[in-house]
């Protein structure tokens, strides 16, 4: 009788732990993980009729959400050799919509809870939830698992329930941690008779109420494995993966309290549940950890929260794994902070007097040079100027795009931004005539645009002409030295005696199969060559042209 009287309580306890949440989480406010833009992203980048560009729209309306993925799409972890991303349309376009949402949903989970004012530290949390999501991707990529981001987000939620507690019912949860260090009773059974329910049930009811997926949903459970069988259902597999996660990460950061297995047999059901190895699952956190430890400051996480304990356990795989995380995130922790303090130093150091200085005058033109070498990071300063203005037209772009300006607006945009962000001396828009028979330039930005407009008058049935070849091909190209032998036969005699320049870029304008036209840039008669690095910025422009081109397109065709 007084058996089923606790149970009863606990099931009303459970109702009202749920409406105190919500009433507290209504009187904190918005968090930005339920931001109109993040619901926006994860609404396009989960349609398969989306475009980049519409992606890319949504993305810009949040100032900080654009600056973070930028820093994070140059990151060694996801930029491996693609170049310099500085537009988001690029990113979109090179990591893919799922990356892009995984890395919205990671920023605004962070950017939501980031708080440590009630007694306990809420980041801990949120690193937990970042290296569980990191290792659930990487044991999924290992396993040939086919939507890894899936993986990661399923991951990233995985423990959503305890976080939102924590949050929002801070007093509830430090009695519930005060439980746990006594150990008297199991964690499951503290949430129980705290909560009423679990943190999985919290997790999933809200979430419900919040629209994720029901894929991400279901895996909000633990996970227990009863054969060695690999599992084939993707919802069962992300299930496993967070769950088995999350227990590892508990038994590596010192709560073995609240698991019954070792961290050897955690990898091994995960190992049994995908299909690989034990040697595989060790290998994908150490990976797990590198890539964390590279991404942590531009989540804005602090690295030694990254570090587990050390202590000597009983348990030889735990030890072992924890040492080496350890000394890993400790070291790049300890280079980071040995790096400040050395630039601290070196600002703090007083010159030699100007007595000694007087007795050589060698010494005092060693240190002008010096001095002159010291103010050459200059240029690193302009190159940080031009990447806000490149930012500040791709807004502009964005706008014009939203408010259905029309392309010529967009297009006008994209030479000013060519010119402006780019420093090309000139850049000039070529688009085929009314009858689509000839070449010729419509739109122009920069100095001495008129040998240019005189040449381009081209006719679009001149296959031999290098500049009609690429528009047909819809290629872009970067002529470094006119005068090279490589170039030399290629690059038509008249271009070169009329508009005098010895490099230039050009980029084919198409849509679809359609002709539209070519952008060409230069340095003038400067006698600047344009670069790899200018030609790759000259293309990203362009990029925002045909994705304008692309976007009208499409909304033509509604």
């Given at each position: 009788m007084t058996a089923k009287k606790k149970h009863k309580t606990a099931e009303v306890d459970g109702a009202e732990t749920l409406k105190k949440i919500e009433q507290r989480l209504s009187h904190l406010g918005d968090l930005p993980i339920f931001s109109a833009t993040l619901n926006k992203v994860r609404h396009i980048s989960s349609d398969s009729d989306s475009d980049a560009m519409s992606l890319a729209v949504e993305v810009m309306k949040d100032a900080?959400?654009?600056?973070?993925?930028?820093?994070?799409?140059?990151?060694?972890?996801?930029?491996?050799?693609?170049?310099?991303?500085?537009?988001?349309?690029?990113?979109?376009?090179?990591?893919?919509?799922?990356?892009?949402?995984?890395?919205?949903?990671?920023?605004?989970?962070?950017?939501?809870?980031?708080?440590?004012?009630?007694?306990?530290?809420?980041?801990?949390?949120?690193?937990?939830?970042?290296?569980?999501?990191?290792?659930?991707?990487?044991?999924?990529?290992?396993a040939g698992v086919k939507d890894i981001e899936q993986s990661y987000i399923c991951g990233l939620l995985?423990?959503?329930?305890?976080?939102?507690?924590?949050?929002?019912?801070?007093?509830?949860?430090?009695?519930?941690?005060?439980?746990?260090?006594?150990?008297?009773i199991s964690w499951s059974k503290v949430q129980q008779q705290q909560l009423g329910l679990s943190f999985y049930t919290v997790g999933q009811k809200l979430g419900e109420q919040w629209g994720f997926s029901n894929n991400v949903i279901k895996t909000m459970q633990n996970y227990r494995s009863n054969s060695s069988k690999n599992l084939t259902d993707p919802i069962e597999i992300n299930k496993a993966l967070s769950s088995l996660s999350n227990s590892s990460l508990e038994v590596l950061f010192g709560k073995q309290n609240r698991q019954e297995s070792s961290l050897g047999e955690i990898y091994q059901d995960m190992a049994n549940a995908v299909g690989i190895s034990r040697s595989d699952i060790e290998e994908c956190m150490q990976q797990n950890f590198r890539n964390s430890c590279d991404l942590a400051s531009d989540y804005g996480i602090d690295m030694k929260l990254l570090m587990p304990p050390v202590h000597e356990t009983s348990d030889a795989l735990l030890n072992k794994m924890s040492r080496q995380l350890s000394f890993y995130a400790g070291t790049r922790s300890t280079t980071d902070d040995e790096h400040l303090d050395e630039e601290q130093l070196n600002k703090d150091k007083k010159p030699d007097s100007a007595a000694k200085n007087k007795k050589d005058s060698s010494v005092s033109k060693k240190i002008a040079a010096a001095?002159?070498?010291?103010?050459?990071?200059?240029?690193?300063?302009?190159?940080?100027?031009?990447?806000?203005?490149?930012?500040?037209?791709?807004?502009?772009?964005?706008?014009?795009?939203?408010?259905?300006?029309?392309?010529?607006?967009?297009?006008?945009?994209?030479?000013?931004?060519?010119?402006?962000?780019?420093?090309?001396?000139?850049?000039?828009?070529c688009l085929l005539n009314?009858?689509?028979?000839?070449?010729?330039?419509?739109?122009?930005?920069?100095?001495?645009?008129?040998?240019?407009?005189?040449?381009?008058?081209?006719?679009?049935?001149?296959?031999?002409?290098?500049?009609?070849?690429?528009?047909?091909?819809?290629?872009?190209?970067l002529v470094n030295d006119v005068n090279s032998p490589d170039w030399k036969n290629l690059v038509p005699k008249e271009f070169v005696s009329q508009v005098k320049v010895s490099s230039f870029s050009i980029a084919a304008l198409r849509a679809g199969d359609r002709i539209v036209g070519l952008f060409y840039a230069d340095m003038g008669t400067s006698g600047i060559q344009v670069n790899d690095e200018l030609q790759k910025g000259f293309i990203q422009f362009v990029n925002q042209a045909r994705l304008a081109l692309q976007y009208s397109e499409i909304q033509r065709g509604k």
């Open positions: 900080n959400l654009t600056t973070k993925l930028l820093q994070l799409a140059n990151s060694s972890v996801y930029n491996r050799g693609l170049g310099k991303i500085t537009i988001i349309s690029r990113a979109v376009i090179l990591l893919g919509f799922e990356t892009i949402r995984s890395l919205c949903l990671t920023l605004k989970l962070i950017e939501s809870f980031n708080t440590g004012d009630d007694g306990f530290d809420m980041n801990s949390m949120l690193v937990n939830a970042f290296l569980n999501a990191g290792m659930a991707r990487e044991v999924a990529e290992k995985h423990g959503l329930g305890e976080i939102i507690v924590a949050y929002a019912l801070p007093e509830k949860y430090k009695q519930m941690l005060l439980m746990d260090e006594k150990n008297h001095k002159s070498v010291i103010k050459k990071p200059k240029q690193k300063l302009i190159k940080s100027a031009d990447l806000q203005v490149q930012l500040s037209i791709l807004q502009d772009i964005t706008g014009l795009i939203s408010s259905s300006a029309g392309v010529h607006h967009v297009f006008a945009k994209v030479l000013e931004g060519i010119h402006k962000g780019l420093h090309f001396n000139r850049a000039v828009l009314a009858d689509h028979s000839r070449l010729q330039v419509r739109l122009g930005v920069g100095e001495n645009q008129d040998n240019l407009k005189k040449y381009f008058d081209l006719q679009v049935r001149d296959n031999r002409n290098l500049f009609i070849k690429i528009l047909r091909e819809g290629n872009e190209l």
